[in-house]
C-alpha cells in the first residue's frame, strides 16, 4: 500500500524536473520515491549540500548575487577600509546637516 505526498515547489523548477525525469525514463513520484530510499538507507542526504564559498575582497565578504556590483569592487572596499581607519582615528570633520546645506550655498 501506498500513501500520497503533497509536496509544494515553484511551477517552472516543477517544470524542469519533470523533463529531466522524463529523460531518465522514471516520473516526479518515482523519482522522489528513489530519494527517499537512498536518504533513509544512508541515513542522511544522500548527496552534499552545501553554501557557496563566499566572496573575500578586502577582507570582507561580498554578498552573494553582489559580485559584479562596483560597491564591492576592490579599490572601493579600499578606500572604504581606509576612511573607516580615519574616522576611528579621529581624523575627521564632523558637521551637522545645517552645516552642509550652508557649504552647498
Not at 14 to 31: P, V, Y
Not at 38 to 56: D, G, L, N, T, W
Not at 88 to 105: I, T
Request: aromatic letters at 6%.
Amino acid at each position: 500500500m501506498t500513501q500520497n505526498v503533497n509536496i509544494r515547489m515553484e511551477p517552472e523548477l516543477k517544470k524542469q524536473a519533470e523533463e529531466l525525469f522524463s529523460e531518465l525514463g522514471m516520473n516526479m513520484s518515482t523519482a522522489f520515491t528513489i530519494f527517499v530510499r537512498q536518504a533513509v538507507r544512508q541515513r542522511k542526504i544522500p548527496f552534499e549540500i552545501s553554501a557557496p564559498k563566499p566572496v573575500i575582497r578586502a577582507g570582507y565578504p561580498v554578498p552573494p548575487g553582489e559580485e559584479d556590483d562596483p560597491f564591492y569592487s576592490k579599490k572601493n572596499l579600499r578606500h572604504l577600509q581606509k576612511a573607516v581607519k580615519e574616522v576611528e582615528a579621529g581624523k575627521v570633520v564632523k558637521k551637522n546637516m545645517e552645516e552642509l546645506l550652508e557649504m552647498e550655498k
